[in-house]
């Protein structure tokens, strides 16, 4: 038996005795530490601690920056006039100053190819907030409240569902005498919302179910504020991804109305027009065709690399460590 008077206690038991030794006899180790990493962080906050390493994201931003100076700042590329066109300058190959040459009427394709993202990029984001708007508006409140509600919401969704976006389009743009950029938002938004609906009130069901929903409820915070609050913050991941895909898609739906002849009107400069006005200068082996429907593509894919990147990063699921 060890000796009572040393720094040590035994408890002994019914067959194995065991000894715990003194707190002062224990030493405790570099890897025993705990180290404080400070505050910790939100999901938001980890999200862009992994954007910031993510290539992919990175590539889309600066692309996405290139696009947004072309809508706003138009002048720091080209101090041309994208509706000046003198037919003396018809089919002129390039030259100083208009690196991609004249089309067909003389004007300038640089300058028109910068100017012509205002219109696509302009009526995208338009689509995009009012398709946000109302599809996450309708499938919060009916996931939330459940009941009659998220029936109702539902049956209205399938209907939409069921109408092909292009042909619903097409059929409703040739029938209106007026065409403006506000007609196409309009449009896109109607017969897109139910996909913004769709997600947002899955993702509501799940997070109502809660530990946080429940606490807060049993505070007495109100339903609503229960919502806006608690509720909707934490859903909001899956509909931002959702909403930088379909801002691509929408300024693809755009240019193919205009390309058709049924989107917006000859006078507005867009990408969509400028490939149909250039799409007969082809067979004569004439690039300019290339140049807004490069800008187009790049435009589109730098969103939909955007939203693969916000996917990865919100989506606890799909991340990559």
Known sequence: MPDPGKNSTEKSGPRQPYFLAAPDEVEVLATDRVEESGAPRGILSDAWRQLRRNPIFLVAAVMIVVVVLMVVWPGLFTDQDPRYCHGDFSMDPRGPGHPFGFDKQGCDVFARTIHGARASVLTGLGATAMFLLIGGTLGALAGF???????????????????????????????????????????????????????????????????????????????????????LPNSAGPLIVVTTIWLGVFIVTEATLSYLGVGLPRTVVSWGSDIDTNQQQLRGGSPILFYPATALALTVLSFILLGDALRDALDPKARKR
Do not use: C
């Open 145 to 231: 409240y459940g009941g009659l509600l998220d029936s109702v919401v539902s049956r209205i969704a399938e209907i939409f569902f069921a109408i092909p976006l292009m042909l619903a389009a097409i059929v409703i743009m040739q029938l209106l005498d007026q065409r403006t950029i506000w007609t196409v938002i309009v449009i896109l938004a109607v017969f897109t919302w139910p996909q913004a609906a769709r997600i947002t009130r899955s993702a509501v069901i799940e997070s109502k179910n809660s530990e946080y929903v429940t606490a807060a409820k049993a505070l007495g915070v109100s339903r609503i504020r229960v919502l806006i609050r608690h509720v």
